[in-house]
């Protein structure tokens, strides 16, 4: 059974930075895309943003320039590097993962979920 495990949330002051990490394990035989969303008080699950194996990224319109993907692929591993963030920012951080199963099943992967806060 596939895991996904999401770390890295707190609470932080606005302008400050935090990282979020997502670890892949068991049953793994590829990863492709793997990106980041989230979901603040009473709204809807949102993208942040994305990467592909080959390190192509793309991000929402409210985190360019702010946010910065990167993944480690030996580590089955995606980062989320928060800069400058906002109050708006608070959420529930929740990793996502392309995956192929040893057993060749493809699907999409969650994780279980990381808390951000920003304090103004």
């Known amino acids: 059974q596939v895991q996904l495990v999401d770390s890295g949330g707190g609470l932080v002051q606005a302008g400050g930075s935090l990282r979020l990490s997502c670890a892949a394990s068991?049953?793994?035989?590829?990863?492709?895309?793997m990106g980041w969303y989230r979901q603040g008080p009473g709204k809807q699950r949102e993208f942040v943003a994305a990467?592909?194996?080959?390190?192509?990224?793309n991000y929402a319109d409210s985190v360019k320039g702010r946010f910065t993907i990167s993944r480690d692929n030996a580590k089955n591993t995606v980062y989320l590097k928060m800069n400058s963030l906002k109050p708006e920012d608070t959420a529930v951080y929740y990793c996502?993962?392309?995956?192929?199963?040893?057993?060749?099943?493809?699907?999409?992967?969650w994780g279980q979920g990381t808390q951000v806060t920003v304090s103004s």
């Open positions: 990467i592909t194996s080959g390190g192509s990224t």
């Open positions: 996502n993962a392309q995956i192929t199963t040893m057993t060749l099943y493809d699907d999409a992967y």
């Open positions: 068991r049953s793994i035989f590829s990863i492709n895309d």
